[in-house]
Nanobody
Framework: QVQLVESGGGLVQAGESLTLSCTAT????????MGWYRQIPGKEREMVAR???????NYAHSVRGRFTIARDSGKNTVLLQMNNLKPDDTAVYYC????????WGQGTQVTVSS
């Protein structure tokens, strides 16, 4: 059973940066894509960024130009570099790994103060 462990969240001020990390362990089927979602209490989880095995990336409109996703395939790790953070980025961030869709880690809290 694959396990996802996210880390790197914290409390920052608007305009500052954070880097999130997520590592998948226990995969018995090769992971071919990873990405990040975020969730605010009471709202649906929304896609933030994703990267395919070939390195193709896709970002939510709200983070394009500020966030960068990167993948270390050899370590089944995905990073999310978040620059120029805004209060609207405050959420719990979760990573996912394909083909293990539906498996989530505990998430990492990102709080951005104005």
């Amino acid at each position: 059973q694959v396990q996802l462990v996210e880390s790197g969240g914290g409390l920052v001020q608007a305009g500052e940066s954070l880097t999130l990390s997520c590592t998948a362990t226990g995969a018995t089927i090769p992971i071919n894509g990873m990405g990040w979602y975020r969730q605010i209490p009471g709202k649906e989880r929304e896609m933030v960024a994703r990267i395919t095995d070939a390195g193709t990336t896709n970002y939510a409109h709200s983070v394009r130009g500020r966030f960068t996703i990167a993948r270390d395939s050899g370590k089944n790790t995905v990073l999310l570099q978040m620059n120029n953070l805004k209060p609207d980025d405050t959420a719990v961030y979760y990573c996912y790994a394909l083909p293990y869709w539906g498996t989530w880690g505990q998430g990492t809290q990102v709080t951005v103060s104005s």
